[in-house]
């Protein structure tokens, strides 16, 4: 009953690849969130949804495409993957409106090497 | 832009006293809420407590209670009877009455000693 989920959870690929990360939350949350945690464990976000439709898109390469399918999934793609992106991608959601506290999912360690 | 500044990036503590992180923020608004979230070895962010700043009384969650300054933008954690299992890297948050996003600080790393 895991109320945030990630798949992989780790991901070692070359440079060059196509990779997706998979995220499903079953809170019925509204919003849905992708951060981005560096080596020296700096959190910072990349993209947020609410009911599908993109909100939050921060400074990331367009390399980086997060795709909504439905409220429940948030998955990220990332084009052509680079050293620099090697990192622990975290997905989140929060119901909208008011004090919503974030639930976090496991992380996915991604490692390009 | 907010920011959330944790300025210890360790800390350590023996096995069932207890220890203060410290948070401070920059914000213009005058409605918001802060978090403190846990990561452990496992990676996985953990919300350990949250504090909406309309609310004057400091929020508190067993072992794990916040001294809120909201004029001084201040938001300290305090673990009292620590835990082994309370060893992992903390993460104040923030975030705004308006819009859905959180800006996290840079974390205290926080060593459990037996």
């Known amino acids: 009953d895991t109320a945030v989920s990630q798949t992989p959870k780790y991901l070692v690929t070359q440079m060059g690849n196509d990779k997706s990360i998979k995220c499903e939350q079953n809170?019925?949350?509204?919003?849905m969130y992708w951060y981005k945690q560096d080596s020296k464990k700096f959190l910072k976000i990349m993209f947020s949804?609410?009911?599908?439709?993109?909100?939050i898109n921060e400074t990331v390469p367009n390399r980086f495409s997060p795709k909504s399918p439905d409220k429940a999934h948030l998955n990220l793609h990332i084009n052509s993957l680079e050293l620099g992106d090697s990192a622990v991608y975290f997905c989140?959601?929060?119901?909208?409106?008011?004090?919503?506290?974030?639930?976090f999912g496991p992380g996915t360690r991604l490692t390009v090497l | 832009a907010q920011t959330v500044t944790q300025s210890q990036p360790e800390m350590s503590v023996q096995e069932a006293e207890t220890v203060t992180l410290s948070c401070t923020y920059d914000?213009?608004?005058?409605?918001?809420?802060l978090f403190w979230y846990k990561q452990p070895p496992s990676r996985q962010m953990i919300l350990v407590i949250r504090?909406?700043?309309?609310?004057?009384q400091n929020a508190t969650e067993n072992r794990f209670s916040v001294n809120f300054q909201k004029a001084a933008k201040s938001f300290s954690l305090k673990i009292s009877d620590s835990q082994l299992g309370d060893a992992a890297m903390y993460f104040c948050a923030y975030r705004g009455n308006t819009g859905n996003q959180f800006y996290f600080g840079t974390g205290t790393s926080l060593t459990v000693i037996p």
């Open positions: 914000t213009s608004e005058s409605d918001y809420y």
């Open positions: 809170l019925g949350h509204d919003t």
């Open positions: 989140a959601s929060s119901q909208r409106g008011g004090a919503d506290t974030q639930y």
């Open positions: 504090q909406e700043a309309y609310k004057q």
């Open positions: 949804y609410n009911n599908k439709e993109l909100i």
